[in-house]
C-alpha cells in the first residue's frame, strides 16, 4: 500500500519557535506554503481549526483553485455549521477541487476553547455529536432522495442537496482522538483515523483500540491510520541533535514572549492525545530509533508536538517503523514551516517512498 504524506497549510509563518509577523490570514504565505508542499512531493496539507483562526474552507477553496495536485484536507468542528450545510461547503469544495477534498472532522479536547463558539457539552457527549453529524453529512453527500432525521442533536425534515461532492461515494473521513469515546465514534465512522507520534507500542496499543472499536461498529473494514510527527533533520547526527536542542531553546524563549496558542493550553491538558504524549515525556526523552519528547512537554502535548530527530535517513527509517507497524499517512510539519517542508520534501519523502516500494514488491512476490 503506498504511503501518503500529509503536510500543514498553515496560513501565516507563526509556529512554537516564531511569534507571526502580519495578519493570521496571509494570503501570499499560505500560497508559497501549499506551492512548496505541492512541488517537494506531498500528497495533501491539512487546513486546521481554532476558534480565532481563519475559516479553513475559503482558506481551502483559495489554495485549491491556484494549485493542480496537491490534496486538501479540512478540519471541521461540527458545533460551528449545521451538518446539512456543512455538507454542501464540503461538496463544493469537492467541486473547486476537483475531489481532491477530505474533511478531518473535530471533536475538541478542551471545554474552554469549545465553549469560545458556544459549545458546552461535555466532551463524551461531543462525540457522540460528532458522529451523528458525520452519519447526517454522509448520507446528504450520497442521498439523491429527501430524508428526515431525528436524532439526540439533530432534527429536521425533507433535506435534499442539489450539491453533491466529485469522489464516489463521498469524500474521505478523517478523524482524531485518544479517548474511549473517540475510538467508538472515529472506529465506527472514520476512513482515516489520526494519531499523534507516541512510541512504537502505544501507536500499536491505540492501533488495536481503534481496530477494535471498528470491529465492534460492525465494520468488516479498518480505517486507515495516520500519525503525526514533528521533524528536526541535517546532514548529521550530530547537527540533527544541536538542532533540536536549539529548537528547543526557541520554543521556551518564544513562551516568554506571548502565549504559544489560545487553541491548547501548555499545561494540564484535558484531552487524552495530549496527556498520553506528556506520559511519554514523563517515561524519557528518546523513545524508539528516534522519537524526542522535550517538544511535546514544553508545548504541553499540544497536538502534533512530538519530534523525530536526526539524518534524512535515519528519520525516514524511523518513518518505516511506523510504516510497518500498520501507519500509512505519515503527517509531518517542521517549525520553521516552508523552509521544513522543502527540506523534507526534498530530503525524507524520496527514501521513505523508495523503502515502502521495496517492501510492497517484497509482499506481492511472497
Ligand atoms: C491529527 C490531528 C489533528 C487535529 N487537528 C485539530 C484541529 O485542527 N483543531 C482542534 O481543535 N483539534 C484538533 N485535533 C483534536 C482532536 O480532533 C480531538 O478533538 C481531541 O484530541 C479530543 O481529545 P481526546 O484525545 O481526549 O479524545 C486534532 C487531532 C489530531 C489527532
Not at 496539507?45 to 483553485?65: C, E, R, V
Not at 471533536?107 to 458522529?131: I, M, P, S, V
Amino acid at each position: 500500500m503506498p504511503v501518503e504524506f500529509l503536510g500543514i497549510a498553515a496560513t501565516n509563518e507563526g509556529s512554537e519557535v516564531t511569534a507571526r509577523s502580519g495578519p493570521s490570514f496571509d494570503k501570499d504565505y499560505t500560497l508559497r506554503l501549499a506551492r512548496a508542499h505541492e512541488e517537494y512531493g506531498w500528497d495533501r496539507i491539512l487546513f486546521a481549526y481554532g476558534s480565532g483562526s481563519p475559516d479553513p474552507s475559503p482558506a481551502a477553496a483559495y489554495i485549491a483553485a491556484r494549485t493542480e495536485k496537491i490534496q486538501i484536507l479540512v478540519a471541521h468542528r461540527p458545533n460551528v455549521s449545521y451538518p446539512t450545510f456543512a455538507a454542501k461547503t464540503f461538496a463544493t469544495l469537492d467541486r473547486i477541487s476537483d475531489g481532491r477534498l477530505a474533511v478531518h472532522f473535530i471533536t475538541g479536547g478542551n471545554d474552554h476553547e469549545q465553549q469560545r463558539e458556544g459549545d458546552f457539552l461535555t466532551k463524551d457527549e461531543r462525540y457522540a455529536r460528532t458522529r451523528e453529524a458525520i452519519q447526517i453529512i454522509k448520507k446528504a453527500w450520497t442521498s439523491h432522495e429527501p430524508f428526515d432525521h431525528e436524532g439526540a442533536h439533530y432534527r429536521f425534515r425533507d433535506f435534499v442537496s442539489d450539491t453533491f461532492p466529485v469522489q464516489l461515494p463521498h469524500p474521505p473521513v478523517s478523524f482524531g482522538g485518544s479517548s474511549p469515546a473517540a475510538y467508538a465514534a472515529g472506529g465506527a465512522e472514520a476512513d482515516i483515523y489520526c494519531l499523534w507520534g507516541e512510541p512504537l507500542a502505544q501507536t500499536a496499543e491505540q492501533i488495536e483500540s481503534v481496530r477494535a472499536a471498528a470491529k465492534a461498529a460492525g465494520r468488516t473494514d479498518t480505517p486507515r491510520i495516520q500519525v503525526a510527527f514533528r521533524p528536526i533533520i541535517a546532514p548529521t547526527e550530530e547537527l540533527a541533535w544541536e538542532k533540536a536542542h536549539a529548537t528547543l531553546a526557541r520554543i521556551k524563549a518564544r513562551k516568554a514572549g506571548s502565549p504559544l496558542s489560545r487553541r491548547h493550553p501548555v499545561t494540564n491538558p484535558q484531552n487524552a492525545g495530549s496527556q498520553r504524549l506528556l506520559a511519554a515525556a514523563a517515561q524519557g526523552e528518546r523513545h524508539d530509533r528516534a522519537l524526542w519528547t522535550p517538544t511535546a512537554a514544553e508545548t504541553g502535548g499540544a497536538g502534533n508536538s512530538t519530534a523525530l530527530v536526526g539524518t534524512p535517513e535515519t528519520v525516514a527509517q524511523a518513518l518505516l517503523d511506523y510504516y510497518d507497524l500498520g501507519v500509512d499517512i505519515l503527517s509531518a510539519r517542521g517549525y520553521d514551516l516552508l523552509d521544513d517542508a522543502i527540506d523534507f520534501g526534498r530530503h525524507v519523502i524520496p527514501i521513505v517512498r523508495e523503502e515502502v516500494a521495496k517492501r510492497d514488491a517484497e509482499r506481492a512476490a511472497a
